[in-house]
Structures are given as structure tokens and as C-alpha cells.
């Protein structure tokens, strides 16, 4: 019977209310997000542009392509946030040396200075709130 598939243990109250207030832990999580980048200046998709520039593996630059996967958006959309994030002096662009087409996004000291400052509020609200975000079932059980 190794091959063989159970049917999933049908979910509890407590299965619900786990899940229920998870989703409220996120929502709350994201909304303090939107509201604190803005009382910085930025929109909440020009943080994200610049965390997933900082935060992409193994270097300090991404190509247009790379953001698009990363923030789950259509590759004009990238281009259009870079442009205004670059207006901002947010981020920058250089040639990729190995591809003409492609151009590497970075982020100006303006950027990474913005950026150190909100990660902190971040990180410190992600402190705050603790396991309240952390997801159920991560044990194997969702109570």
C-alpha cells in the first residue's frame, strides 16, 4: 500500500480557525508594510523592487527579466516601475556586459539607504508579531 493514496483527514474547527487567523496575521502584516513605505516616500511595489534587487541570490543586480519572475509581473510592468524608480533615484541601470539586450538594475546609495531603513521597520514589526505569522501545518499538522 506504499503507492496507494489516502484521502486527507477532513479539517477541524480548530483547522479553520488556524488558517482564518494566519490570514489575518498576513493581511495585518501587509497593511502596516503598505502604510509604513509610504510614510517613507515610496509605493509598496517600489519597496519590493528594491528588496528583490538587494535580496537577489548571489549578487546586487537583476535584470528586467529576473524582477518580472521575482515580483510576478509582466515584464512591461518592470520596465515601467524601473523608470519611475529610477526618477526617484531609487535604482539605477548599467549594461549587462555579457548580453546587449539586457541592462542590470541596481540600487543607488539613495535606494540602499532607503531600503536599510525600511527593512529595520520591517524586521522590528516581524519581531513584534512573532509567531502569528508563522504558517500552520509547518509541523505537519495544522493545529
Do not use: C
Amino acid at each position: 500500500m506504499d503507492g496507494e493514496r489516502r484521502e486527507p483527514e477532513p479539517l477541524t474547527k480548530a483547522d479553520f480557525e488556524s488558517l482564518a487567523t494566519f490570514r489575518f496575521a498576513v493581511r495585518r502584516y501587509l497593511r502596516f508594510s503598505e502604510e509604513a513605505v509610504r510614510q517613507n516616500g515610496v509605493t509598496p511595489q517600489q519597496y519590493q523592487l528594491m528588496l528583490a534587487v538587494k535580496g537577489f541570490p548571489g549578487r546586487e543586480w537583476a535584470t528586467v527579466g529576473e524582477l518580472a519572475e521575482r515580483l510576478q509581473l509582466r515584464h512591461h510592468s518592470v520596465v515601467e516601475l524601473v523608470n519611475r524608480a529610477q526618477r526617484l533615484n531609487l535604482v539605477a541601470r548599467a549594461p549587462h556586459p555579457d548580453d546587449r539586450r539586457a541592462v542590470r538594475i541596481t540600487l543607488s546609495e539613495a535606494g540602499e539607504q532607503l531600503l536599510a531603513r525600511l527593512v529595520s521597520i520591517h524586521r522590528a514589526e516581524l519581531r513584534r508579531v512573532g509567531d502569528l505569522l508563522r504558517p500552520p501545518g509547518v509541523d505537519g499538522s495544522l493545529h
